[in-house]
């Protein structure tokens, strides 16, 4: 096999004097970064890439898929580099640990930020063997990254657990304006009912959306299920003395745009009454991040229990929850997937929210 070493500033370089002379064809053996000469402080950091045309009688199967990975992951990373526009800070770490490029690409193209990207790149290049092969080095990077994401989250199945306090266990679901508070309502009460055996009375305390109660009443007759309004907090106390002998009762809320302290702040009294009311905070994960980010600082007056993502099935960047539950310090309860009740609701552990986190795996119901 002709192979034949190509020298740049930066693997980019080299990669594009790779294509000029040997062609699209021309597949990577080997990159290394070539140490600055310790007599010249000024020299420029130097990079070295091996590259060959394929010989294919000689070609070894196991060999060619290594190759191939490696030339996909550079490609990955060129991608990313030019869609995401890198700061020095992540390109001086990219140089230093060439081996993290494809794990950097694809938990950016999951939509991680950046940043928390970044973060979690050099804590798990920080444990890793520097005296490994690269093989070793790609592998060793991949379970210190998975284990520092998974450190990063929470779940807590707060809704299929048993009840013996004697008085229902009280829910409710706040959130921003068309994040699916409703529809989650109602494939959890069908979950629980159907499922659980557990008995459900539902409440909704949302007159400002046109229809809101009768949509929430539809899904309950057709589950058989006590379905009552209450918007003031005389009705929601006569609403909740009425659920005495209910398992759970789950609240549905308006939905407020997170600018709007004054209808925040209504819920927020309305919902003070003598008993024990939990919340839910429900974000969608087709919102921007900074979208999700602010709305949860405007519902953290509600002090949430848990949070919801609802509507991972309209994405594919569902790595922003990545960063949702590391800022927000919560456990995740709940996620949808679909507008199906119940069959699209499902109650993740930590292992199955990195799978979604990291877009892995079916979005089947657990």
């Keep these: 096999m002709n192979r034949k070493v190509f020298k740049a500033e930066n693997i980019q370089q080299a990669i594009q ?21 310790p007599l010249d402080p000024y020299a420029k950091t130097m990079f070295e890439v091996e590259a060959s045309l394929p010989q294919y009688p000689e070609k070894k199967p196991e060999k060619n898929l290594l190759i ?43 939509g991680v930020s950046e940043s928390l990207a970044s973060e979690i790149i050099q804590k798990a290049c920080g444990l890793m063997d520097e005296t490994a092969d690269q093989g070793s080095k790609i592998k ?50 069908a979950s629980l009912s159907f499922q659980r055996k557990i008995r459900v009375g539902l ?37 909740l003395d009425r659920m005495k002998s209910m398992d759970m009762v789950l609240i549905d809320t308006a939905g407020h745009s997170h600018f709007d302290k004054a209808k925040i702040d209504e819920i927020l009294q309305l919902i003070k009454t003598d008993f024990r009311i939990s919340t839910h905070l ?55 997937n679909g507008q199906r009740v119940p069959e699209d609701l499902i109650i993740p552990d930590k292992r199955r929210l990195l799978e979604i986190i990291l877009g892995k795996g079916p979005k089947e119901q657990n």
């Design 140 to 189: 060793s990077l991949k379970k210190h990254v998975m284990h520092h994401c998974l450190s990063q989250i929470a779940t807590k199945d707060y809704f299929n657990r048993d009840n013996y306090s004697g008085v229902p266990h009280v829910a409710a679901f706040v959130g921003p304006t068309g994040v699916g508070k409703t529809t989650t309502i109602a494939k959890l009460a």
């Design 203 to 239: 409440i909704s305390i949302d007159n400002y959306r046109v229809g809101a109660f009768e949509q929430l009443k539809a899904y309950a007759s057709i589950m058989g299920l006590l379905c009552v309004p209450a918007f003031s907090s005389q009705d929601l106390s006569c609403a």
């Design 17 to 37: 004097n790779i294509k000029e002379e040997l062609g699209s064809d021309a597949m990577i053996l080997s990159t290394r970064k070539i140490p600055k000469k």
């Design 282 to 336: 429900v974000l969608s994960v087709t919102s921007e991040s900074i979208i999700m980010k602010d709305a949860a600082s405007a519902f953290s007056v509600f002090n949430p229990d848990t949070v919801v993502f609802t509507k991972i099935d309209e994405t594919k960047r569902c790595g922003k929850i990545l960063d949702q539950v590391k800022d927000l310090k919560l456990p995740v309860s709940l996620i949808t």
């Design 68 to 110: 191939e990975t490696i030339r996909e992951e550079i490609a990955d990373i060129k991608d990313m580099i030019s869609i995401a526009g890198f700061g020095n800070g992540m390109h001086n770490m990219v140089c230093n640990h060439f081996e993290s490029v494809g794990i950097l690409a694809s938990l950016l193209r999951a």
